[in-house]
């Protein structure tokens, strides 16, 4: 998988092209951010391999940002002025993309980044089992391995991922984490409720029982179809 993350102070310029990362299967998506100092950080300490980035924005200017990474990923440009374009190319970015973006040139785009990044990056691999999520401290960001999670729980305005005895409170949507997660390896089965497949040891009435888990995690109406689909999936009748 081509890590990335979204580089805008623009929410709405995030949606679109988050919408369109979700339909390019070997891109993942590891974060967004209308901070470009805050996703500066993020470029040095993990691997990104690529940076949707805005040009125009507060504190850091998209060129000064790619100065800072020193090519240590590649690099997207959007913006909404196409006399940008010419400095990008000087800065060897891959490409540039001008607002409104459209899915077929955003395709595009990616074409050339994977035809840039060595094939071992696109294949799934043990790097790919873990997301980061933002917690309720302020400017931190904590590695979760996916293999550790037992359920995740809507709690009002936040999310709880639970792990064992650890309880990590997040503030996102259940949307959002749903969407993140391998549908592999998590399933929703509740408005409240996203489960780990593999920690799943049977069901009772309206009930998911998880291995070594206590918790009573109801079976919801909207949920159910998927859910009993996927335990006949693998019934030994």
């Known amino acids: ?75 997207i440009l959007t913006t909404a002025y196409s006399e940008f374009a010419l400095e990008g190319y000087e800065l060897y970015v891959v490409d540039y993309l001008l607002k409104p973006i459209r899915l077929p040139r955003f395709l595009a785009s990616v074409q050339k980044v994977v035809e840039q990044i060595p094939v071992s990056a696109h294949q799934d691999s043990a790097e790919d089992n873990y997301i980061f999520v933002k917690t309720e401290s ?9 293999a550790d999670i037992d359920f995740i729980e809507s709690l009002k305005n936040y ?28 399933i929703r089965v509740h408005k409240s409720f996203i489960v780990s497949v593999p920690k799943i040891t049977g069901i009772e009435g309206n009930l998911v029982r998880l291995k070594n888990v206590t918790t009573n995690i109801q079976i919801g109406e909207n949920y159910k179809t998927e859910l009993m689909e996927l335990i006949r999936m693998n019934m030994i009748q």
């Open 159 to 186: 999310m709880a991922i639970h792990c064992g005895e650890q309880k990590t409170l997040v503030y996102t949507s259940m949307k959002e984490l749903e969407e993140r997660l391998p549908k592999k390896r998590f």
């Open 1 to 75: 998988m081509i890590h990335c993350i979204i580089v805008d102070d623009e929410q709405h310029a995030i949606d679109i092209l988050v919408h369109y990362v979700r339909q390019t299967p070997h891109l993942k998506l590891i974060g967004c951010f209308t901070n470009p100092m805050e996703a500066l950080k993020v470029v040095g300490e993990q691997r990104i391999d690529l940076v949707f980035l805005d040009i125009q924005m507060p504190e850091l200017s998209g060129i000064d940002f790619i100065k800072a990474i020193q090519g240590k990923s590649k690099v």
């Open 138 to 146: 302020k400017g931190k960001l904590l590695k979760i391995n996916l």
